[in-house]
């Protein structure tokens, strides 16, 4: 039976060997493999252990921190402001992954740069060099815009036209990130749920996430195209003066707001937002001439700011519009085919400040490494040219006189020559969202501002001016304080 | 002669136990350090413990069996204390309760060397044994005191304990198979019809231990044990090949075997199930597959030199305290870690087949190596599963998972390979 054992003893001397072959394939030749993995959350976990840069207003106000906690974890995300800058910040969750810059800005935070490794010790140490988030937005101007909206449903945008540094994004309702961050994951995925379930939906972002029907801002781009294309000028065409206007192909008309009659030229439409006469101005233009300028404003792409996941603001596809000249009148008007996020009107507000080139939107102004040294800045970049610079001259004018005289009154910052355009998007049941678009100082503008308030009772085109104009007005003054030349 | 290879012997054995004591107590501090960032208060008593619960081991094999072999009951202590640690630092609460066990199995594998004198006294009571062996396999079927736990029905519950009886049964069968094979290995050896090259022995001779192995076959499936039909399959086979030496059993064992399986796993729908997550568990990533996808994650994050005890996060993988607990040490201890207790139960295989080598008798020899082949063949089906070499089929890691059954069923196991190296020194001085 010896030889017999001594072959057990072989076999089993294979099999073991087989085991550890496997072992090494699982360990050290696939390890990368799984580790990237996306239903393995060692990763996040491992994060959630080291230390993590901060992010900072842009005034120095902490927005997020790492703090020791008592838990296998050892440190947990604390957000100090609490709900304010939720939608720009994010989250770091142990079972949801992360959200705004904590997830746009990860490398930098949890210090995987793979940058600037300076001594031996620190390679094998391998210590994170975790860096700091400084944003744009300064946190007073952040807290004007949420009181100013109050307890409303809607957004409130500002940017500076000259770089696109957002200065306020601000959506309600908000959420506490401090408890989707816990290291207590039960009371995670239970707030979680929670915010899931609410129909409100506060962890939507509607600054740059969430759509609406732009309503009569959108003649801003309407006017653009028209007076891009050289068919429309301050003086002419004369729109007639009416009541409603009958596109082609259909016996549909498309009336003012409150039944009115309005007529003239461009900025006498503008300023008491004609909508006979911008709907006329959509189909005498063209499909392909309203859908290439509003492309060149931004639309049908998602805005490339510093934030995961913007949404796309989308106006169809010059075919979409064709032998639908209804339609096309209807969009003239910011209805039915076009939808935008609140921060794509704002980049058209700062489009037109900026003498027709939107700029890149950010929130991240500067990343410093934990010794203080700036190791990223960011680089003002054009994203489009929308229009020539003797048409944003000509819309700023426009845009002006409907603060002066017109249905933006409201918006008028004190003693600064302010710009904007009012807009109430219909939703068919006695509701509208009131928006207001605007910039100031007109004559050299530093903040472009554009503000939604959903749902509001009524559906005139003072809606706009009632009820977001005030709003914008307080956060345009503040932004403009904030923001000196 | 005796008198200086005995001292050696336990000399060399208490020194190993201290080793394996200090390794032991040391994972304990940093498991606890990585976990709550404190040296547990109890360290103290903790080392006491683990040190007199051996050294008691120790020094009954001292009065015992003063010749046996030094190394195993040190690499089982080991095992056990590496075990332990683990389950404390992922349940305390089973921790207290693996203690307890621990302690029991010590008992028994005292009482296992006062019980048997002589491994030849074992011989004696073969139909017992095998009556035993079998009561102890169908006990669980028995309505009122089976029970049925994760959807296999082997366990016992009798008031308030609770037990495995195949843990026991393992050992009961491999000595009745010992026992047997030994007397009719000749019969069974011969050859009684030629297919090509394979040799197959006279039916009415191969009869009882088909029966008696379909029998276990049979329970195990009705109890949906898979990993102990596998372990008593690779038994069965291999103690018949050993003991007539005859390789067409292996053979014959691996055809049966590969019929049997794929008969299962087209019958049962938990074997196919088996199977099929075996070949792609990233496809069930999220149910089915979780189980082992999570025990992959926690290895690959060990890597080479682990996380650290404590340090890591092997509690997402579900049944990590028993089936699972390779995994916990892998990704804590890395590649480094997990190749030790590899390593570890390479020498307990390779002591006890030295064991089977140097016995004086057919019957000390096939039990030695039975008893070795179960340790082995249950930690590499264990492990195999845990890593994807084979199906996975939950069976305990011999004295490092949680589990009670397991852990003194293991130590009785141990005093049967100690006496049988005890006697193995004992003839040699009565040799001339």
Known sequence: MNRQIRRLGIGLLVLYAALFVQLNVIQVLRADTYNDHPENSRAIIRDFSRPRGQILAADGTVLARSVPVDSPFKLQREYPEGELFAHVTGYFSLNAGADGVERSYNDALAGHTGERIEDIGELLLGEPRTADVSLTIPADVQRVARDALGAKRGSVVALDPRDGAVLALWSFPSYDPDVLSSVDIDAAQEARERLLADEANPLLARSYRETYFPGSTFKVVTAAAGLASGSVSATSPVYPTSNAYVPPLTRQPIRNFGGGTCGGALPAILRVSCNTAFAQMGVDLGAETLVNTAEDFGFNHAAPIDLPAPAVSPIGDVASFQENTPVLAMTAIGQNAVRSTPLQMALVAAGVANGGDVMVPHVMREIRDNEGRVIDNWEPTNWTSAVRPDVAATLTEAMTAVVEQGTATRLAVPGVPTAGKTGTAQLGNGLSHAWIVGFAPADAPRVAVAVIVEAQPGASEQTGGQVAAPIAQTVLAAALAANPE | ?432
């Open chain 2, 1 to 432: 002669m005796i008198p200086v290879v005995q001292r050696l012997r336990r000399n060399t054995e208490l020194g190993l136990i201290l080793l394996g004591a200090v390794v032991t107590a040391g994972l304990y501090t940093l498991a606890s350090l990585g976990t709550t960032a404190n040296v547990p208060v109890n360290i103290g008593p903790f080392l006491g413990v683990v040190l007199a619960l051996l050294a008691g081991a120790h020094v009954a094999t001292r009065r015992l069996a003063p010749a046996s072999d030094g190394v195993l009951l040190p690499l089982a202590g080991l095992l056990n204390g590496l075990g332990y640690v683990w389950i404390a630092r992922l349940d305390p609460d089973l921790a207290a309760l693996q203690a307890v066990w621990t302690a029991v199995g010590i008992t028994a594998y005292v009482m296992t060397l006062v019980l048997v004198p002589k491994a030849r006294d074992l011989d004696r009571y073969r139909y017992t044994f095998m009556l035993v062996g079998i009561a102890l396999l169908l006990l669980p079927l028995v309505p009122g005191i089976g029970k049925t736990v994760n959807g296999a029905r082997i366990w016992l519950q009798l008031g308030p304990l609770s037990f495995q009886p195949g843990e026991f049964a393992k050992i009961v069968l491999a000595v009745f198979f010992a026992s047997y094979l030994v007397e009719k290995r000749e019969l069974l050896g011969m050859a009684g019809h030629r297919v090509g090259p394979i040799m197959l022995p006279e039916l009415r001779h191969f009869g009882p231990v088909l029966v008696a192995w379909g029998t276990s076959l049979l329970v195990m499936v009705s109890e949906r044990d898979l990993g102990s039909s596998l372990l008593f399959f690779a038994l069965f086979v291999v103690m018949l090949w050993v003991a007539t030496e005859r390789l067409s059993y292996l053979f014959v064992g691996g055809l049966l075997f590969a019929g049997g399986a794929v008969a299962a796993a087209s019958v049962f729908g938990h074997v196919r199930q088996r199977v099929e997550i075996w070949l792609d568990p990233w496809a069930a990533a999220t149910d089915q597959g979780f189980q082992l996808v999570q025990a992959t994650f926690a290895l690959a994050w060990g890597g080479i030199a682990g996380t650290g005890p404590g340090l890591g996060n092997p509690d997402r993988i579900p049944l990590v305290e028993t089936d699972f607990i390779f995994a916990a040490i892998g990704e804590e201890l890395g590649l480094l870690g997990s190749a030790g207790v590899l390593v570890t139960f390479l020498l307990m295989v390779g002591t006890g087949l030295r064991i089977a080598l140097a016995a004086h008798t057919p019957f000390n020899k096939l039990l030695a190596a039975g008893l070795t082949a179960i340790l082995g063949i249950q930690a590499f089906i264990i492990i195999g599963g845990v890593i994807r070499m084979v199906p996975l089929t939950g069976i305990t890691l011999p004295f490092v998972s949680y589990g009670g059954s397991s852990l003194v069923a293991n130590y009785v196991l141990l005093a049967l390979l100690i006496r049988i190296s005890a006697d193995n020194a004992e003839s040699e001085l009565q040799a001339p």
